[in-house]
């Protein structure tokens, strides 16, 4: 037998708590190829998902590159100065600039 | 639970003949709830320090200028050889002045003179006004000075050669090569003036004195008794309610302050921010040239004479009977004087 396939129209209100559903609902599709299914009248409602539009995963930022210092940093063992330049790796660059330690001095090429 | 009952047959002291007599009295028959005489709880900060981390001076105008001498005058080498018969070299005292403005504080509590009239045996409504108050201004003047964006821990307000930021994994809850004295004995060097006393929070004590090296430090030159008295003593500030000094060998005195605020969140967290804050605090009001402090408070005398005003005065006009209002005030501004002298390490919490 042929397997009704029924999706919610536009209006389609959520069900609630109290289990009140829709019945907005309008025919979309038939399956012709669909057999063995003993409950012909079956009217599948799809549970009404909020989809929540996912935001595009930014690419971490690489960091990495050159700075000078704003104050006294503790860096490879020792001190520096303020002012000294220095090439920063990513994670080296993010832990100086949490603590707002260092200042870019050129763009960072990525 | 059912209360047993009886019909008397007669007439009796007790009561008319038929009339009804229950025979249990429970709590609730002969006591009417009541709040307990002798009891009053509340909550008490740490003792507040901000006095002592900024000294305070005491003015007679709300604004005016004070004069410092200026480090060259102490540091900056000049040419005094010459040749017996030639000019004489000349160096004149250079000092500059910095102007204070006392921002005022006050706030006042309201007390109805009929409320005043049903006060409870132990509370006297002035009394806890007068103390709500006075712990509102020290609590704003506390994280004036050392709060998250206080005078002294926020990073802008010193010589950026004074502001130490550790690398990862040097800090000091759980990173790999903390070396927390290390730490400590570089900002010492980088100070323009001896360091007096250098100040965390509670955590932050905590942390350093679990540290393996400092542990080990201070048992090879305390013993393990003093060593542990004075963990004992980080840990136990809240119960003495005495502010916490303790003395590591070749280290300033390490102060460490605990008290607590609400913050923006909700949350209860320490005021002093997860900083080090190293400081120049000779004793007493600089009045020579030749001393300076990492920050002073101007601080109006006012009609009291000592900075601090706390009175009450009767307001007719509100409400139906009137009141008192109690009223605590003062006006000052922390300064800071030497910002190369001292030191902030960042970093320490990662």
């Given amino acids: 037998m042929a397997r009704t396939k029924v999706k919610a129209s536009e209006g389609t209100k959520p069900a609630t708590a109290e289990g009140t559903e829709s019945t907005e609902t309008e025919t979309t599709e038939t399956d012709e190829g669909s057999a063995g299914d003993e409950d012909d009248d079956e009217v599948l409602t799809p549970m009404p998902v909020k989809v929540q539009p996912k935001a595009p995963k930014k690419p971490r930022r690489n960091l990495g590159g050159v700075y000078k210092t704003k104050n006294q940093i503790r860096f490879n063992g020792d001190y520096q100065a303020v002012g000294t330049v220095l090439t920063l790796t990513d994670e080296e660059a993010r832990h100086y600039l949490k603590f707002g330690a260092v200042e870019a001095v050129e763009e960072d090429e990525d | ?350």
């Fill in chain 2, 1 to 350: 639970m059912e209360r047993m009952t009886i019909t008397l047959a007669a007439d009796s002291p007790v009561g008319k003949a038929g009339q009804k007599v229950t025979l249990e009295l429970t709590p609730a028959d002969v006591h009417d709830p009541a709040e307990i005489p002798s009891y009053l709880a509340g909550y008490r900060n740490w003792t507040y320090r901000s006095d002592e981390m900024s000294k305070v001076v005491l003015v007679d105008n709300d604004e005016d200028k004070f004069r410092s001498f200026s480090q060259d005058d102490a540091f900056e080498p000049v040419r005094v050889k010459g040749a017996l018969t030639g000019p004489i070299p000349e160096v004149d005292p250079r000092s500059s002045l910095d102007t204070y403005k006392v921002v005022d504080r006050y706030i006042g509590s309201f007390v109805p003179a009929v409320t005043e009239l049903q006060r409870g045996n132990n509370y006297q409504p002035r009394m806890a006004a007068a103390r709500r108050c006075r712990n509102a201004l020290m609590l704003d003047r506390e994280l004036d000075v050392c709060g998250p964006a206080g005078l002294l821990t926020t990073a802008g307000n010193w010589n950026a050669d004074q502001v130490h930021t550790l690398a990862a994994g040097e800090n000091w809850n759980g990173g790999a090569s903390a070396d927390p004295i290390a730490a400590l004995q570089h900002a010492i060097e980088a100070s323009a003036q001896p360091i007096a006393e250098i100040w965390m929070n509670q955590k932050l004590a905590h942390l350093f004195i679990s540290n393996s090296s400092v542990r080990d430090h201070m048992r090879q030159l305390l013993g393990d008794g003093n060593a542990n008295n004075i963990a004992v003593g980080v840990a136990n500030m809240a119960a003495s309610g005495a502010p916490i000094d303790f003395m590591i060998p070749g280290l300033p005195p390490i102060k460490v302050l605990a008290a607590k605020y609400k913050n923006a969140s909700g949350v209860l967290t320490y005021i002093m921010p997860d900083y080090v804050v190293l400081l120049t605090t000779p004793p007493g009001v600089p009045s020579d040239g030749e001393e300076i402090a990492t920050s002073y408070t101007f601080r109006r005398r006012g009609p009291s004479g000592v900075g601090v005003e706390a009175r009450e005065f009767i307001v007719e006009g509100r409400g139906p009977h009137g009141g008192t209002m109690v009223v605590v005030a003062m006006a000052d501004i922390a300064k800071m004087t030497g910002s190369n002298c001292g030191g902030l390490i960042n970093g320490v919490i990662q």
